[in-house]
């Protein structure tokens, strides 16, 4: 039985994504490893926990001696790495968490990979003929774009906050060790993910949160900017294409085709409030501008041709519906928020 190592898997998506990888039963024995910071709870895996192909470690990815023993222990054939600080406000007030997990993390897994796997450059050791590497990254790695045009797998890399900075170094390192070493690696760059077990900091929760609490909703400057939404499900099985198909060394990008506004956001949310759960006036009328974030990128769109071409990928859930499922979730686990 192939053992799966999964880094921040108790975390939104790769809790989500362990769930999905369990549930297609193919046999596979899951290792979860997690620092459990604040983006990472137990309480995502419980519907996982007691199953026999599943594992859980305490731990750090930059923890080189961890690495060893449990690369040794557990023979890990393939890493799903969803692993990283993610949070472009903390990375603007404490930027050095993010270059010790996304970069230095990421650095002792792709090292950790070398010594277990490779024989020799380009060679690997028999037991890992079929080993991968599938390093989960973002679009915000490509900057900021326009009122129109598409991030691509051929978009320039130009990063403008320091989580973005530690991403895109991150993606250059797994790119280097495939060209230089040959290790199997292939990279995902997603949009905006949303759906179930999603930290309460983020903008979805947080509206969900402040609604229901009375409070102001708050939106950074006019609430114009856009991103590209993508269901939480429709990534995991995404990412998983890309592993079992996807051509070794290269990029593909996953994205939804749903860009909204924050303060479209905001508007369908309470939309959504004001008939499950109605107030004695909407909470539209709780929406408040408060002040731009330091470097607020405008626009992210995800140009998704290459999976879907390649692999044949495609987003199952729209906006209308994955926003309701959503908000449902929250509502039922209102401890999350």
Same mark, same amino acid.
């Given at each position: ?8 898997? %108790? ?72 692993? %990283?600080?993610?949070?472009?406000? &903390? ?35 028999? +037991?890992?003929? =079929? ?15 326009? %009122? ?17 900075? =530690?991403? %895109? ?32 900091? #983020? ?54 085709? &749903? ?16 008939? +499950?759960?109605?107030? +004695?006036?909407?909470? #539209?009328?709780?929406? =408040? ?26 987003? &199952? ?7 309701? #499922? ?12």
């Amino acid at each position: 039985m192939n053992t799966v190592l999964v880094t921040g898997g %108790a975390g939104f998506i790769g809790a989500n994504y362990v769930e999905y990888l369990l549930d297609l039963k193919q046999g596979y024995r899951i290792l979860v490893l997690d620092k459990l910071t604040y983006a990472g709870s137990l309480k995502n895996l419980e519907r996982v926990w007691d199953n026999p192909n599943f594992t859980f470690v305490e731990g750090d990815i930059a923890d080189e001696d961890l690495l060893v023993t449990l690369f040794e222990k557990y023979v890990i054939t393939d890493v799903i790495h969803f692993a %990283a600080e993610s949070h472009v406000d &903390n990375s603007i007030t404490g930027p050095e968490a993010f270059i010790q997990t996304n970069i230095i993390g990421t650095f002792r897994l792709l090292e950790q990979c070398r010594a277990s796997w490779l024989e020799n450059y380009n060679e690997l050791k028999e +037991k890992y003929k =079929s080993a991968r590497f599938l390093h989960v990254s973002t679009d915000e790695v490509y900057g900021t774009l326009g %009122a129109k045009g598409l991030f691509t797998e051929k978009t320039a890399y130009a990063p403008n906050s320091p989580y973005s900075a =530690s991403k %895109a170094s991150s993606d250059f390192l797994v790119r280097s060790y495939f060209h230089t070493y040959g290790l199997p690696v292939v990279t995902t760059n997603c949009s905006n993910n949303y759906g179930p077990y999603q930290h309460k900091e #983020k903008l979805i929760p947080t509206i969900i949160r402040k609604a229901l609490a009375g409070e102001s909703i708050p939106i950074y400057g006019t609430g114009k900017n856009v991103r590209d939404w993508l269901y939480v499900t429709d990534h995991c099985h995404g990412i998983y294409m890309v592993w079992k198909k996807g051509r070794l060394g290269e990029t593909y990008n996953i994205g939804g085709k &749903n860009e909204k506004t924050n303060l479209e956001i905001a508007n369908l949310i309470c939309d959504i409030l004001d008939e +499950k759960i109605p107030a +004695k006036e909407s909470y #539209k009328k709780q929406i =408040s501008f408060v002040e731009d974030r330091l470097g607020h990128d405008f626009r992210y769109a995800i140009d998704a041709t290459k999976i879907s071409e390649e692999l044949g990928w495609k987003a &199952n859930e729209n906006f209308a519906s994955g926003i309701v #499922k959503t908000v449902d979730w929250y509502l039922n686990n209102r401890d999350r928020l």
